[in-house]
């Protein structure tokens, strides 16, 4: 049974940075294109970053520049780095295969960015 616990949101002011980690278990999670997803208050869930399992990464056009995702296989974590936050990025975000998988979602983490 995988699991996957999503950490590291919080408000921040526009400009800021925070760092969100997804921590999983299961032994496929090296072999696994891991992608992190937000859904914002009265919107759908919406994909905005993923990374294959040799370090291939893809960004959705509005965070491009700006998030970075990283993984370390070793620890079964998957990290996504965002810098120069801005209010529209308030959101629950939480980490998930690509494409995801319906039994892994979590609770996610809830980030605000304030103006």
Do not use: H
């Not at 936050?85 to 983490?109: I, R």
Request: aromatic share 12%; proline share 3%; net charge neutral.
């Amino acid at each position: 049974q995988v699991q996957l616990v999503e950490s590291g949101g919080g408000l921040v002011q526009a400009g800021g940075s925070l760092r969100l980690s997804c921590a999983a278990s299961g032994s496929i999670f090296s072999i696994k294109t891991m992608a992190w997803y937000r859904q914002a208050p009265g919107n759908q869930r919406a994909f905005v970053a993923d990374i294959t399992g040799g370090g291939f990464t893809d960004y959705a056009d509005s965070v491009k520049g700006r998030f970075t995702i990283s993984r370390d296989n070793a620890k079964n974590t998957v990290f996504l780095q965002m810098n120069s936050l801005k209010p529209e990025d308030t959101a629950v975000y939480y980490c998930n295969t690509q494409p995801p998988t319906y039994d892994y979602w979590g609770q996610g983490t809830q980030v605000t960015v304030s103006s």
